[in-house]
């Protein structure tokens, strides 16, 4: 036993299975999140009718996708249609294999780490520019075109946003970011004198419009394109390419949180007095909090499979909670509860975005991008440099 | 369908060193953002519009003939169906012709009643137009709010009538049915809710640099080429002309109540919406007038049971919230129209689009769609 998970390869692999398999079901859920955010925004109340509030919603949405007919349009390049969405799903998939989602559970820490998520989500463009000029339509190929340029000139900022926090950080491995990070007591973001905020911000504005959300959802844009390079894609391809959209948020919003917060790290890591409180209690209190909550909700429900659920539900917030009490499970997975409830409030800000914009027109886009971020985003690395360099 | 553009000379593109190839571009009659079955069909350079046509007949249903073969009141319901989305304001031009024609005086009762069901149908009117705009746009909540207030508007007809969007609100002559007990108290809530309410709007959009930008200096359509292509209402109103039929010839009573006239001066999209918010105040203003001291007395005027107006012919027309919507009738003297016509300001304003729309981007065309307001029952009637 103490063999195999000796092997450098088995337990990356078994994490690689886990991220492959309850992938999918989360990004279900944060479609759910985002469905349940907006609607509270919208004065709705957003899915409520599969399982209690709707919680089953994702689920019986990837059933209703995987039945659904497969249409490939007549005139369609089949091979390059067929391709499209692998390729936008893996490349957002692959991206995961460098991101540390704990000090535990990461797949790989190689040394160029955030070189490859630069360079895997470069080729996730291709998926959409594929996707368009496969379709055999306008609508397509004109989403396409737009998601070309966009991504392409957006990515810019968004690299030297994050040049600037390796500069600072010292390393591209995406590990050693998150331990600079933890030896210097500080957030990426609030590094360098605050001089940092900058590419932070500039960094969180790029991924907007990197993973093409509102309100840069121009290649989707759907009272313009219909649904941009997705237009022609129906049941299981249009599943990818859907996944493929909240992997790429997941990802962005999961570079953005090691690098400029912290990573897994919990708010203020060095300071000792805080382990207990923002360790244990915290999250005992949460997921306790949770549970209860579920427990109020059951009230209202009179269907005896939606209680059933959902004391479902509440019981396993109780068991986390419980879980987050023994100090020998919660050394392992504290980490993951900061990363996952960091990405959480970027995810949440991509929503709240789409809630509140209007959407930008294509030239206004590139206008933004090139007249305005770019050179923001170079002077903030020259700045930081020279800072860097003098102040240190 | 490229022979099919007008052949009227575009304007010059920008020279560029590619010879670029010209993209003509199906948009509707299935699409999101047509409202409804408009088709256009664009002549793009990239994502620039060098030329429209617009396709429509989709929703024909011959309304004009229908009417030839109905009596007066039979045809009543028939209107409502037009410009689905006030209702009211349609069946009240419809009123108001055939009553010229009957010359018949309406009690001061019901013309009260009948400007502030008008005015409350303004505003659910303006309303899905903001929501529907904005949705074009691109801003995805307020459609939502805006169908929250909406919902009042509409609950009151309901209340009043037993409908809620084909309310066939008004018979000639005057009303059908006497107004509810708290009727005025539901207009009076309804109006200081409201006011709050398109503050909300604004704050979420009038000063958002996002939705200015997508606004401003598009679609531009000045006083003088309103006046070439015969656009009226609020989009005439943007252009800086103060011209509005109910202070222009005053109808129903409107002559009696107090509001203003917003206006602007460039005439393009973002004026507007400024204007059509603005005008979703004044209405609040005068619902408020009419129904706090709505006169007491008979709500129907000496009509017979049969209506058979004397040959001749009557035009009139009200300030629709799309613009100005005339009824032309003309009587044989027998029970149904020998001929009506509709002047529908959806029909007349979508004319300007393709004006407008030259220079401009793709995503321009739909704001600009949707700057229009237009119903397209109305349009092809």
């Not at chain 1, 000029?133 to 810019?156: D, F, H, I, T």
């Not at chain 2, 909300?200 to 606004?215: A, D």
């Not at chain 2, 800086?240 to 107090?258: C, F």
Request: glycine letters at 8%.
């Amino acid at each position: 036993m103490e063999e195999i998970l000796n092997n450098p390869y088995v337990v990356p692999l078994i994490f690689t299975l886990l991220i492959i398999a309850l992938f999918p079901l989360m990004a279900g859920y944060i479609v759910l999140i985002e469905r349940k955010v907006l609607a509270d925004l919208q004065v709705r109340l957003g899915p409520m009718r599969v399982g209690p509030y709707g919680l089953l919603q994702p689920l019986a949405d990837a059933f209703k996708l995987m039945l659904k007919e497969d249409i490939i349009p007549a005139g369609a390049d089949k091979a390059l249609f067929w391709l499209a969405p692998v390729v936008s799903t893996f490349t957002a998939l692959s991206a995961f294999a460098v991101l540390p989602l704990s000090d535990v559970f990461y797949i790989a820490d190689v040394n160029i780490g955030v070189l490859f998520i630069l360079a895997v989500s470069s080729i996730g463009v291709l998926g959409a520019i594929l996707g368009g000029w496969a379709s055999n339509s306008k609508y397509s190929l004109m989403g396409s075109l737009r998601s070309a340029a966009q991504m392409v000139s957006y990515e810019v900022p968004l690299g030297f946003a994050l040049v600037t926090a390796l500069m600072v950080a010292g390393t591209l491995s995406m590990q050693g970011i998150v331990y600079a990070q933890l030896e210097r007591g500080m957030w990426g973001a609030f590094e360098n004198f605050g001089l940092m905020i900058v590419p932070t911000v500039v960094f969180l504005i790029a991924s907007v419009a990197e993973t093409a959300r509102a309100p840069f959802d121009l290649p989707e844009a759907e009272s313009e394109l219909v649904a941009g390079f997705h237009t022609e894609y129906s049941g299981f391809r249009f599943a990818l390419f859907f996944l493929a959209e909240y992997a790429s948020i997941f990802v962005i919003s999961g570079i953005a949180v090691t690098v400029f917060f912290g990573g897994w790290l919990r708010p203020f890591p060095n300071v000792e007095w805080l382990a207990m409180p923002l360790n244990v209690a915290f999250p005992l209190l949460l997921f306790i909090g949770i549970g209860a909550g579920c427990v109020y909700l059951l009230r209202g429900l009179i269907l005896p499979e939606q209680r059933a659920v959902l004391a479902g539900v509440a019981g396993l917030c109780f068991l986390l909670g419980a879980a987050f009490a023994v100090p020998m499970v919660n050394e392992k997975i504290i980490g993951l509860l900061w990363f996952v409830l960091k990405v959480g409030v970027l995810v949440y800000l991509f929503i709240w975005y789409r809630g509140t914009f209007p959407r930008l027109r294509y030239d206004q886009l590139m206008d933004f991008g090139w007249k305005w971020l770019i050179p923001i985003s170079i002077g903030a690395l020259i700045v930081n440099a020279v800072a860097l360099l003098v102040l240190r | 369908m490229a022979d099919t553009i007008s052949t009227a000379p575009l304007p010059q593109t920008d020279e560029t060193f590619l010879d670029a190839n010209e993209m003509v571009l199906n948009m509707g009659p299935q699409h999101p953002s047509t409202h409804g079955v408009l088709r256009v069909i664009l002549k793009l350079d990239g994502e620039k519009v060098l030329g429209t046509e617009c396709v429509i007949g989709y929703l024909h249903r011959g309304v004009e003939k229908i009417a030839e073969n109905r009596t007066y009141q039979q045809f009543g319901p028939y209107v409502d169906r037009m410009d689905y989305v006030a209702a009211v304001s349609n069946g009240l031009g419809y009123c108001l012709a055939i009553e010229k024609l009957l010359d018949v005086e309406i009690p001061a009762r019901a013309q009260a009643v009948r400007v502030a069901l008008t005015e409350l149908n303004r505003i659910a009117s303006h309303l899905l137009w903001l929501g529907t705009h904005a949705l074009d746009i691109g801003a995805i909540t307020p459609v939502f709010l805006c169908f929250r207030e909406r919902e009042i508007i509409l609950q009151i007809f309901e209340k009043y009538c037993g409908a809620r969007l084909t309310t066939h609100a008004f018979r000639i002559g005057g009303l059908q049915y006497e107004t509810y007990d708290v009727f005025e108290k539901d207009c009076i809530d309804f109006c200081d809710v409201m006011l709050g309410k398109i503050d909300e709007y604004e704050e979420l959009l009038t000063t958002n640099r996002i939705w200015v930008g997508r606004t401003k200096g598009i679609g531009i359509l000045n006083a003088a080429d309103c006046k070439d292509y015969g656009v009226t209402g609020p989009v005439l109103r943007a252009a800086g002309v103060e011209w509005d039929l109910r202070r222009a010839q005053p109808y129903s009573g409107y002559e009696n109540y107090e509001f203003d006239i917003p206006t602007r001066e460039t005439g393009d999209t973002y004026d507007r919406y400024v204007v059509r918010m603005e005008e979703m105040r004044q209405s609040v203003r005068i619902i408020r007038q009419a129904v706090s001291d709505l006169p007491s007395g008979p709500i129907k005027g000496k009509v017979g049971k049969v209506i058979k107006p004397p040959p001749g012919e009557a035009y009139v027309s009200i300030e629709a919230p799309k613009g100005e919507l005339g009824y032309y009738v003309v009587s044989d003297g027998s029970l149904n129209a020998y001929r009506l016509r509709v002047r529908p300001p959806s029909f007349v304003n979508l004319g300007a689009l393709d004006k407008m729309c030259r220079g401009s981007l793709v995503a321009d065309v739909v704001a600009i769609i949707g700057t229009i307001d237009i119903v397209l029952g109305e349009v092809d009637r």
